[in-house]
Each structure stands twice: as C-alpha cells, then as structure tokens.
C-alpha cells in the first residue's frame, strides 16, 4: 500500500519541552469555564490543536482524525480505582472517559460540527490515522482533514506493560493531497507500507515522536515500525 | 457547625469537586444561582456536587425529586439542606 499527502502545517509538544512550554500558555485562547475540566492528556491535545495555523481552515470543510493508543489513561485509571474500591465514580470523570471525548471537546470549543474519527491502533496509530486522513481526502469532498495524536506515560500501576518509551506527546497537523501546482508545501510525503513484520522493540520511541522530529530534520526518508506495520517515509519535494 | 463555617465549607467544597481553582470562596455569592446564571454550573456539575455533598456529610441526594432542584439553587439553600439533614439524623 502507499499514499501520498501534504502536510500542510504541524505542532508537535513532547516531555522534553512541557515545562519549557506551559501546557496552560498552549490552551490561554480557551474560557475559564471551558478549561476547567481538562486534563493533561486533553490540554496536550487541545493545546497542540490550538496552535496549529488557523487561516489554513477558514473557509474550508476539512474533518478531524483523533489518534491515541490508551486515550486520557490517567483519567480511565482512576475510574478503575474508584470501582476496585467501591466507591462512586466521578460523573464528570465519566463524562470524559470516552475515547473521542477530547475530540469532541475541540469540535464544541471550535463552534465547528465536523465528522471525526476516534482510533485506539496501538502502536499503529499514526498509520492509521494518516490512511484514515488520506481515504477522506480521496473520497470526499474536503480539502483538508485535521490530525491529531497524543498519548502519555503510563500510570505507575501500568507501568510493568510498558513496551515503549515512556513520554508525554501530542502532534497536530493539517494535511491535504499533494499538488504539485499549488507551489512549495512544508512536507509533499509519500508513505510506502511494505509486507514485513516489524520487530518488536521495547525501548523504541514511540512513532509519532519520531515522526514529528524527522519533519523537522533534512533526511530524505524515514523508516518506522510500528507493532504490526512498517512504512517507509520520503520527501517528495 | 456554626453557620458561616458550614458556608465557606461548601464554597470551598463546590470550588475543589469542580475544578473551579480560578475562583476564591469569597466570589460565590451566598444566595446567587449556582447554576445557568450567577456560577454558570451545568448539570455535570449537579451529579459531581451531589457525589461531594454525600462523601462529606452523609446526605443521600434524590436525583429525580422537585425538593432537590430547590437545595441545589444557591449555597444558602445547600447550607440549609444539610443542616436540616444533621438535624433530623440526630433525631433518629
């Protein structure tokens, strides 16, 4: 299988500049009232959200594609623990446990009703979400869709399962079909998936984040695995 | 407990089971709404409060009753509420 597609703009955030970057500075533009209840795991994702280039969907119908591969996991395991203990469970924690809810939470700060897609991949998640942002460009009638995926540490009690390095993330971008006519783009990608089974590795950084940096880097092609898929990455401009 | 002490209490109960750190107990007014108007509190607000209000002073709160929308007006009322429930337990 391979795709091709624009990146049009990104925002990535990462441990190693949350505390140089206030994750509270990233979601300023927000109410206090909408804030309030946000996590860190829905500030990484709003605030990475926020700070994407806002004149590059004015005017357009674009959708979003929501990825993480435990979701706001802090929060789950809480819930869990208030169950194991048999106590009541936090209705606005409820209220905000579900896989999309963060996603839904932009689309209701944006005053933008626009069809999203919430996936839990693993490991694979950035794939799928870029083939899920590409069969929505290809399909319909949309010039750009939103991507965003964001996970976090385990919880200490999960830690044990750990199968990756352990970092706080979010990336935001928008991505749109290569055209060559439209002139330089930041990033004109091809993603090239081959047949071979990844390797597993469990001190690998996680996809996204390398991803993210390579954007930033001048190599020409990036190679990434995740749990059960391989791509290879290249620059077509 | 003496009445103001009950008041800032709950202030301060509504201001840490919801989230509220940008608001000083000081800034809830004792007989304004807490919800829609005045606070600007929604009805996840209302279940979170209720699960707060039962862990710390044992009052079992009526989802669907009419008496409940009345307790949870303002902080008086909530005041009210519970004083009058640890009265009627100590009568059992």
């Avoid at chain 1, 990146?7 to 990535?12: A, C, M, R, V, Y």
């Avoid at chain 1, 069809?115 to 950035?126: E, F, H, Q, S």
Wanted: with cysteine.
């Amino acid at each position: 299988m391979r795709f091709e597609l624009a990146i049009d703009d990104s925002f990535f955030i990462s441990s190693t500049q949350i505390g140089k970057i206030e994750l509270k500075d990233l979601i300023s533009k927000l109410k206090p009232m909408q804030k309030r209840r946000l996590s860190n795991f829905s500030k990484l994702a709003i605030g990475a959200l926020l700070n994407l280039d806002e004149q590059l969907l004015e005017d357009e119908d674009w959708e979003l594609v929501f990825a993480s591969r435990h979701g706001d996991f802090h929060k789950t395991s809480e819930l869990l623990t208030s169950l194991a203990l048999k106590e009541s469970v936090s209705p606005s924690g409820f209220s905000l446990s579900v896989h999309n809810a963060v996603a839904g939470m932009y689309s209701i700060f944006m005053q933008k009703k626009v069809p999203i897609t919430a996936i839990a991949a693993g490991k694979d998640g950035l794939f799928a979400a870029l083939t899920d942002a590409y069969i929505r460009l290809e399909s319909k009638q949309i010039s750009k869709v939103v991507v965003v995926l964001v996970d976090q540490s385990l919880p200490e009690q999960f830690a044990q399962y750990s199968d990756e390095q352990q970092k706080d993330y979010a990336l935001a971008m928008v991505v749109s079909k290569v055209d060559e006519r439209q002139g330089s783009r930041p990033h004109n990608l091809r993603f090239v998936r081959d047949q071979h089974v990844p390797h597993a590795d469990d001190t690998a950084e996680p996809p996204v984040c390398e991803f993210a940096k390579w954007l930033d880097a001048n190599q020409a092609q990036l190679n990434l695995s995740g749990s059960k898929q391989n791509w290879a990455i290249k620059r077509l401009n | 407990m003496a009445h103001a002490e009950l008041n800032l209490a709950v202030k301060k109960l509504i201001i840490e089971s919801l989230d509220l750190e940008d608001i000083s107990p000081e800034e809830i007014i004792d007989d304004e709404p807490l919800f829609i108007d005045g606070l600007g509190l929604d009805s996840i607000d209302a279940l979170e409060l209720g699960l707060a209000i039962k862990k710390q002073y044992g009052v079992k709160i009526d989802a669907n009753s009419e008496g409940t929308k009345q307790h949870f007006a303002s902080v008086s009322s909530l005041c009210a509420f519970i004083v009058n429930h640890e009265i009627a337990q100590d009568c059992m």
